[in-house]
């Protein structure tokens, strides 16, 4: 059976643009550095991430070089990478960071300003019961994402055994990045041409899908074949601020609104 270790690496990204914010408020150079609650969102996360005991390295991808982070909010990251111009650059670039290539490496996104070292910790353990597969990704059911902070937006997938959306989390192991960036890129691509996408995932995959017969196994293999033949599976988080992502205007100001009565 393949190798887990008590504690991975863990890839803060902070770069990204975010141009929806209040009139007047100055943009930053990276969605990260977007200040919630006076604090950057992505060193909220990081906080998460230094507390939580299976995290042992930090990574942070960032638009603006280490020599620049110098509040102490910053503390505990461990090496500074630059920011590529996509997501799936600074992703690669990331993993590319990691110093130890024979365990799984966790991907966080740096606009999670509530997360908890706790969801961090669940999130590692629930992929530890995995170690058979190369990619772990979070999701999170609406029930759970609502029932802990009502009315944020997100983009909902309905499956057979319920509706979920995308969490912040993912874990891979740094063997799988080839296959990883070839299928984001190609994803990235094809998401708004129905055929090409269907070409990726299977036209079985897409109309289960589209019926909302869609199993989560049955997904799980889609990606598989979208990584090229590398084994993936969900992860299931019970945490809601692990899908708190800040993506636009109102995700901030609810974000902000959370933390000012915390």
Not at 89 to 107: I, L, N, Q, R, Y
Not at 163 to 181: H, I, K
Request: glycine share 10%; charged share 20%; aromatic share 8%.
């Amino acid at each position: 059976m393949a190798s887990f270790p008590d504690a991975v690496e863990a890839i803060l990204l902070a770069g990204g643009k975010f141009d929806d914010l209040p009139p007047g408020e100055p943009v930053p150079k990276g969605k990260g550095l977007v200040a919630v609650g006076g604090v950057p969102m992505a060193a909220r996360a990081l906080r998460a991430l230094v507390e939580s005991p299976a995290v042992s390295r930090v990574i942070m991808v960032s638009p603006v070089e280490a020599h620049e982070l110098t509040d102490p909010c910053w503390q505990g990251v461990d090496v500074v990478v630059p920011a590529g111009e996509r997501l799936i650059d600074s992703f690669k670039v990331g993993m590319e960071a990691v110093k130890d290539t024979t365990s799984p490496a966790m991907v966080v996104a740096g606009d999670l300003p509530l997360l908890t070292s706790e969801a961090i910790t669940d999130f590692v353990d629930r992929c530890r019961s995995r170690p058979e597969v190369q990619v772990w990704y979070g999701c999170m059911r609406r029930e759970v994402s609502e029932a802990g902070f009502p009315g944020v937006p997100h983009t909902y997938a309905r499956l057979a055994e319920g509706v979920f959306c995308g969490a912040g989390l993912f874990l891979s192991r740094p063997q799988a990045l080839t296959n990883l960036y070839q299928a984001m890129t190609d994803l990235t691509y094809a998401r708004k041409n129905p055929g090409k996408l269907a070409g990726l995932l299977g036209w079985k995959t897409v109309l289960s899908y589209f019926f909302g017969k869609l199993t989560i196994p049955e997904a799980e293999l889609a990606m598989g074949r979208l990584f090229r033949g590398t084994p993936c599976t969900a992860v299931v988080t019970p945490y809601p601020e692990a899908a708190f992502n800040v993506d636009d205007g109102e995700a901030l100001i609810k974000a902000r609104e959370y933390l000012e009565v915390l």
